[in-house]
């Protein structure tokens, strides 16, 4: 994996059952950029999402994380990956009352221990993304 992409995803295969969903796809995304993934339901835009998040594994192909092989990772290893990560899904629920900062901070004040300063540290970073 090259430094400057955070996601490299290659040559990835994926299917549920007989229906194969992913067929040797590629994609690199740079470190700080945004990418929208976008096409037709059944597409297999979620099924992506999953694979980075490491909830599937693909039958081929290297899934690429911050340098980690996600599809090689050990369950412990994988719980730890996952709690460096956040995903919401195009349906997820949000929110409407509270800012775009406050519904990503809220599993930080809910789940963990961490001072609010901390987690308010994180609000210029999210910022600038």
Do not use: H, W
Request: aromatic residues 8%; proline residues 3%; contains cysteine.
């Amino acid at each position: 994996m090259q430094n400057d992409n955070l996601v490299e995803i290659t040559d990835v295969r994926f299917a549920y059952d007989r229906r194969t969903i992913l067929d040797g796809i590629s994609l690199n995304v740079a470190r700080g950029s945004v990418v929208a993934i976008m096409g037709a339901s059944g597409c297999g835009k979620t099924t992506t999402m999953r694979l980075i998040a490491g909830a599937l594994k693909p039958s081929a192909g290297d899934v690429f994380v911050a340098g980690l092989n996600i599809n090689r990772l050990t369950t412990e290893e994988l719980y730890a990956y996952r709690r460096r990560i956040g995903m919401l899904f195009q349906f997820g629920a949000l929110f409407t009352d509270m800012s775009v900062f406050d519904n990503i901070a809220f599993p930080y004040r809910e789940k963990t221990n961490l001072p609010e300063p901390i987690i308010r540290s994180e609000e210029r970073r999210v910022g600038k993304e």
